[in-house]
Structure formats: C-alpha cells, structure tokens
C-alpha cells in the first residue's frame, strides 16, 4: 500500500484558465513536499482555449471558431484544448506512489476507469487507441499534427467507437497528458461531453450517443473506479486554504502573464 499523508478528492466549481492552472500546478507542488495524491474534477467559467506547453501563440489564429475566447497555456504538452462543456481532472502524485513513475501505465489505468465508467453507465463502447503502437514518431509527422488536442491520436486516447460495424466515424472523446516534478507527475485531461460553438467540429458524449447523465455521476463512478485501480481511499473535502494562497499566487504571477502564455 502507498504511504501518504493524505488522499484527497476535490470538485471544484468553474473557475478561470489562470486559476485551474494554478490550483493543477499547486497540487503537485504538495505532492512533492507532502506526498499528497489529489484527484480533482473541475469545470471552467468561460471558454477558454488552453495551448499544450510547446504549442507557438501565433497557431491558435488556425483555429477561427476560437478566436475570441479567453487563452491560456499549460505546464503540459500536446494540442490545443477547447474547455468549455466538459469535464477536467487532475491526478497528482507522489514519488512514493507505485504508478508515478510509469508513465504509460498511469495512463492506462486512468483511462481504463473513464472507459469502466462510460460503459457502465451509458453502455457505450470505447476503447483505447492503439496500445501497440510505438511512441516513436517522425519529427515530420509531429510537425504536421492538427492544432486540436482531440483532432489528434496520441497513444492511449480514449476513442468512443460504432456500436455497429457500420456504425461511422470514431471519435477522442479523453485525452490526457502529465508533467513531473522532483519525481512527482501531474496527469489531466479532458473528457468531451457535448460539442462547443467554440469547437464545433468536435462533437461530445452528448451529440454521439444522444443519451442524458449528471455531471456528478460521472465524477462520482471515476472516484470509486480510481481510488481501486489507485490503491487509495480519498477523503472529500475543499482545496485548503494554503492551497487556495498559492494556487492564486501561480495564477498571479505565471499564469495570467502574457510572458508566460506568448513565451512560444
């Protein structure tokens, strides 16, 4: 069993870019200096375009639909993220944690609880992408790779496939991604739940299986089916008070910067 000195979960109300970058940001830090796991589930309060940490400022005019949208940039690398009707989690833990230094397999046992969740109470099938494929890629391919996070196929994605042979497209409905820190990762991701005016070529949970649920309910399955494949039991509680302090301070001094969001 993993030593911590906590588990947390926290649901976190919809807050600003700058802001749920910092509380992500924050957290690790305390798993660094705490040995802290935390899984949060957040929304945000406007639509917002996050850029993947390498991703160049000048790339999101690409985008048309996004324009005029409030941006930020991650401490996490890959494609543009379009947050707006979706749901947000962050997974942080600490070096003592048996999974934070494997990064493939932490992707996997994450996902496999989304896709656990999905199937159990929408009875739709997904899958993840392509388990075999090599992490190798051409610096030809990369460069050629859309602008979108979930336009693009990385290794583990969560694919919401045809129920039917014919059934047609099949779409990334969960991307992740993680950053480490003094041994410590930080992996979140986005799971798409209906499209977005901001985004309209991606369609969500809601546009392809035409199916109702809460919020909650899904953030409450993926706590119990993470807490099992994680080896933890997490205590419900609000971001603390010293958290809330530096998360404010990262959004202040990092993340609200136009230093830090044009650095690329």
């Not at 656990?116 to 990369?142: C, H, P």
């Not at 369609?203 to 919020?215: N, S």
């Amino acid at each position: 069993m993993t030593r911590v000195v906590t588990h947390r979960l926290i649901i976190d109300s919809p807050g600003p870019g700058p802001w749920n970058m910092g509380v992500d940001e924050a957290l690790v830090l305390d798993a660094v200096e705490q040995s802290v796991v935390t899984l949060r589930f957040y929304q945000w309060s406007e639509p917002t375009l996050s850029l993947g940490y390498f991703q160049r400022y000048e790339d999101r005019n690409q985008h048309e639909p996004s324009r005029g949208c409030a941006i930020v940039r991650r401490q996490t690398g890959g494609g543009a993220i379009l947050h707006d009707r979706e749901l947000t989690y962050s997974l942080s833990l600490p070096a003592s944690h048996s999974l934070a230094a494997q990064a493939q397999n932490l992707y996997a046992a994450v996902h496999d609880a989304f896709i656990a969740t999905l199937t159990s109470l929408l009875g739709v099938r997904t899958s993840q992408w392509n388990l075999a494929r090599s992490d190798q890629e051409s610096s030809t391919a990369r460069r050629r790779e859309p602008f979108l996070c979930f336009e693009r196929r990385a290794r583990g994605d969560v694919l919401l496939t045809p129920l039917t042979e014919n059934g047609g497209a099949i779409w990334k409905i969960l991307g992740s991604a993680q950053r480490r820190h003094r041994g410590a990762v930080l992996q979140h991701g986005s799971l798409l739940l209906e499209k977005s005016p901001a985004a309209p070529e991606l369609p969500g949970l809601r546009d392809l299986t035409g199916q109702p649920f809460a919020i909650g309910e899904i953030a409450r399955d993926l706590n119990a089916r993470l807490t099992a494949a994680l080896g933890i039991r997490l205590l419900d509680m609000e971001l603390p008070p010293k958290l809330q302090s530096k998360a404010e301070e990262l959004a202040n001094i990092k993340y609200e910067r136009t230093a830090w969001t044009n650095r690329r």
